[in-house]
């Protein structure tokens, strides 16, 4: 027993974390004798349907398969796919059977997250849009949850560990707890401490919605820290808000009116794509949080597609080892290895691992997919109904 509830990167990497099937079937196949050469894909649609999703969670899966005796290919992660593997591994079987939970695991949920923050990053084009959802999951995923916001393009993320994991700064100002703590009337106490207390190199970025009116907290927050204040966020509960955009409206034209037309506006609490597309002309800048951080897992599988040379496949599955390509025009494209694909198709697959050994060339670096990231969502014009 441990003090959390949390599987630890040992038993990941021993394959330990996995179904209990996989240890029954390697019993099986040991007293067989049996250990086939196979060919299998994850995949999680067989045909392109014009519904893409963002890979992610490609650097753990490869982590997880280097060193073991398998030849693998992969999309490489922040690449748009829809339809066909995302990873192929060849080997005999029971060389990599039991990672095939943790496998899954890597690349189904880091792939939702990715997507999700990709449809609120298309929604807000011209923001800077904040992960804050670290805390609707559990701690141990949180570096998950940020890696994969970063790799759809967010500017940033709230959880401190998790910039320790990715080697970045976390980003944040305060709760409604900071200015709670100095009681109600006292909101220019709360604002000045934290300007007083904080690096000169933190936004000053006041909460202006925590006793009264947020017009009236955001222009005592101006008068208080004059240009010193670089933002004003209102995180009003939905609750409370009657006509957020009308709010935001007016607290801008108060802003300005009273000479403070170089404080932005930051909006957080419970939004998703549609909130943004809607608030985005008086908002400068917004923090998401469930949206992101509990977006469903991709339904991966994993499925061998060939056995000791010959195609293979269960019913339902298609069989043979397959390559996917993307052509000019931002088509996501399915057909059999070792035959001819589009004349102008770019296949995605990669060669990651030969004999468990990284190949040099493939890059794993998440500034490396932010790049991807961005360039296929404009190759393929995902999310272009989102633009202004």
């Known amino acids: 027993m441990t003090d959390f509830d949390i599987v630890g990167p040992d038993a990941i990497a021993s394959g330990r974390a996995t179904d209990a099937y996989f240890e029954r079937t390697e019993t099986t196949l040991r007293h067989a004798g049996r250990n086939p050469t196979v060919v299998a894909e994850v995949t999680a649609d067989q045909f392109p349907d014009g519904d893409y999703e963002l890979l992610a969670g490609v650097r753990d899966a490869v982590h997880l398969l280097e060193d073991l005796p398998v030849d693998v290919d992969a999309v490489p992660a922040g690449r748009l796919f829809d339809g066909g593997p995302v990873m192929r591994i060849e080997g005999n079987y029971l060389d990599f059977a039991r990672y095939e939970t943790s496998l899954l695991g890597f690349l189904s949920h880091a792939s939702g997250v990715a997507t999700a923050a990709l449809d609120v990053r298309r929604a807000a084009p011209e923001s800077s849009v904040l992960s804050f959802g670290a805390r609707h999951v559990h701690p141990s995923i949180a570096g998950m949850v940020e890696r994969s916001a970063l790799l759809a393009g967010l500017d940033g993320f709230s959880h401190v560990a998790a910039g320790d994991v990715l080697g970045r700064e976390a980003g944040g100002t305060m709760p409604h707890a900071l200015v709670i703590c100095f ?21 000053r970025v006041a909460l202006c919605d925590t006793y009264s009116d947020e017009k009236d907290e955001a222009l005592r927050a101006a008068r208080t820290l004059g240009d010193r204040l670089d933002s004003i966020r209102l995180d009003t509960t939905s609750s409370r808000r009657g006509d957020f955009r009308h709010i935001l409206r007016e607290t801008r034209w108060e802003l300005d009116v009273n000479g403070f037309e170089d404080v932005d506006l930051f909006v957080s609490g419970g939004l998703g794509p549609a909130d943004l ?45 397959k390559e996917v390509y993307r052509t000019a025009d931002g088509g996501h494209h399915v057909g059999l290895r070792g035959k001819a694909g589009p004349e102008d198709g770019e296949a995605l697959l990669q060669p990651v691992l030969r004999d468990g050994d990284l190949v040099v060339d493939f890059d794993l670096s998440l500034d490396a997919g932010i790049d991807r990231a961005g360039e296929d969502a404009a190759r393929t014009g995902y999310g272009d109904e989102f633009e202004a």
């Open 183 to 203: 009681g109600r009337g006292n909101q220019e106490d709360a604002w000045e401490a934290f300007d007083e207390a904080v690096p000169e190199d933190v936004p």
């Open 277 to 321: 597309r809607h608030l985005r002309e008086y908002a400068d800048g917004f923090g998401v949080g469930g949206y992101v951080s509990n977006a469903d897992p991709v339904d991966f599988a994993l499925d061998i597609v060939e056995i000791e040379g010959e195609p293979a496949a269960k019913r339902g599955k298609l069989s043979g080892a």
